[in-house]
């Protein structure tokens, strides 16, 4: 969140139980401003959406989260091994059996 001139003030609907808003407020800062992509809580229904790039809200799917963990420790598993295997050549095949596999999951959808 950034911070504005004045206070944020938008009239706004919950995406999952209809609450009507007309407000954003930061936990640490009562005069901070949402922007795109930040997360808000419903006091209704304790549900989190997301300000799209208009501010509206809009439902958040919490296992996007889990994907872009997911995918940042396969990268980082692949360039361990790559590091690993630099040092200590494999003559089994196993490397790029492994790195093939990474490659194949960082491509998928979902890992």
Same mark, same amino acid.
């Given at each position: ?19 009507? *808003? =007309? ?7 009562? =005069?901070?401003?949402? +922007?795109? +992509? ?8 304790? !549900? ?7 501010? *509206?809200?809009? !439902? ?9 963990? !997911?995918? =940042?420790?396969?990268?980082? =598993?692949?360039?361990?091994? +790559? ?17 093939? +596999? ?7 959808? *979902?890992?």
């Amino acid at each position: 969140m950034t911070q504005p001139d004045n206070g944020f003030r938008k009239k706004n609907v919950c995406p999952y139980c209809g609450y009507n *808003t =007309n407000r954003a407020q930061m936990i640490e800062d009562d =005069n901070a401003v949402p +922007e795109p +992509e930040d997360l808000s809580f419903c006091l209704m229904c304790c !549900e989190y959406s997301q300000f799209d790039t208009d501010f *509206t809200l809009i !439902e958040f799917d919490l296992n996007s989260i889990t994907d872009s963990v !997911e995918r =940042n420790r396969l990268k980082i =598993n692949k360039i361990k091994m +790559e590091s690993f295997w630099e040092k200590n050549p494999d003559k089994t095949g196993r490397r790029d059996k492994y790195l093939k +596999e990474l490659d194949r999951r960082l491509q998928t959808k *979902t890992p």
